[in-house]
């Protein structure tokens, strides 16, 4: 008698945790609440946003630098609150942005072999934010575009090189923005707020271009209603097993 048995392509696949003198060890991570990833890697470095006091900082190791990181390993911490989010520039793997709660964004240069000193300065430090800064992207494609949004529901895009504020789309959210990302050629900008709606806005006409109102609790209705059919049917395949073996016998 053949079975009716559900195969899964998943079923012998498994994940090994490497040892731990391959990992990052003994790093206190910021337990600030905000929803960030709190760590950014690049070919040379990872950075790791770390708890702080009197201000906030991250870590910048080097890749190989693996096992327990000492308590006393300088740290990039030049700004006043809580750093948010931190993202590598793409065009400089020494250059990285960071988003903090004392509502600026700095931009700092690490040393090629990597930090033997606390680093306080940055390069330049935007200010046009009213709120505390959530979120840096680095434009994909131009060199020395940053976006950067904040808790005052706008979007900012600098111009590093000068540290001037190139646009600022500051009307198109009526409530805080939750993620922002560039497009591959850095041409339009996808956003996701917690007025439920998804946005795709082309910055340079300053316009929307398409909107979506997310309907969450239809989605998890469906959701549902489809685990509620699998069950029925797993059901279903049940008592026939147990039917045919009866017939069987």
């Known amino acids: 008698m053949r079975r009716v048995v559900r195969q899964s392509k998943f079923r012998h696949v498994f994940?090994?945790?490497?040892?731990?003198?391959?990992?990052?060890?003994?790093?206190?991570?910021?337990?600030?609440?905000?929803?960030?990833?709190?760590?950014?890697?690049?070919?040379?470095?990872?950075a790791i946003?770390?708890?702080?006091?009197?201000?906030?900082?991250?870590?910048?190791?080097?890749?190989?630098?693996?096992?327990r990181i000492d308590k006393s390993?300088?740290?990039v911490c030049g700004h006043t609150g809580p750093v948010l989010d931190i993202d590598w520039c793409p065009h400089n793997d020494q250059v990285i942005a960071s988003g903090s709660e004392d509502c600026t964004v700095m931009v700092w240069q690490i040393p090629e072999n990597g930090l033997t000193l606390s680093l306080t300065e940055p390069v330049v430090?935007?200010?046009?934010?009213?709120?505390?800064?959530?979120?840096v992207a680095?434009?994909?494609?131009?060199?020395?575009?940053?976006?950067?949004?904040?808790?005052?529901?706008?979007?900012i895009i600098w111009n590093v090189g000068t540290g001037e504020?190139?646009?600022?789309?500051?009307?198109?959210?009526?409530?805080?923005?939750y993620n922002v990302s560039?497009?591959?050629?850095?041409?339009?900008?996808?956003?996701?707020?917690?007025?439920?709606?998804?946005?795709v806005i082309d910055p340079r006409k300053q316009e929307i271009v398409a909107q979506n109102e997310a309907k969450l609790d239809e989605?998890?209705?469906?959701?549902?209603?489809?685990?509620?059919?699998?069950?029925?049917?797993?059901?279903?395949?049940?008592?026939?097993?147990?039917?045919?073996?009866?017939?069987a016998a």
């Open 125 to 135: 430090i935007l200010e046009g934010h009213s709120k505390r800064v959530g979120i």
């Open 138 to 155: 680095w434009h994909p494609t131009a060199r020395n575009v940053l976006l950067s949004a904040g808790c005052d529901n706008a979007i």
């Open 165 to 177: 504020a190139l646009i600022n789309l500051d009307d198109m959210h009526s409530d805080m923005i």
């Open 219 to 247: 989605i998890l209705k469906e959701i549902k209603s489809i685990k509620d059919t699998i069950c029925n049917q797993d059901e279903r395949i049940s008592k026939l097993e147990q039917q045919m073996a009866k017939i």
């Open 49 to 67: 946003i770390i708890e702080a006091s009197g201000g906030g900082a991250f870590l910048v190791l080097p890749l190989h630098k693996t096992g």
């Open 15 to 46: 994940g090994q945790a490497v040892k731990n003198d391959q990992c990052y060890d003994d790093i206190r991570v910021s337990r600030v609440t905000w929803d960030s990833s709190f760590c950014a890697v690049n070919p040379r470095f990872v």
């Open 182 to 199: 560039w497009n591959r050629n850095g041409s339009l900008i996808c956003t996701a707020s917690k007025d439920k709606k998804v946005r």
């Open 73 to 75: 390993y300088p740290t």
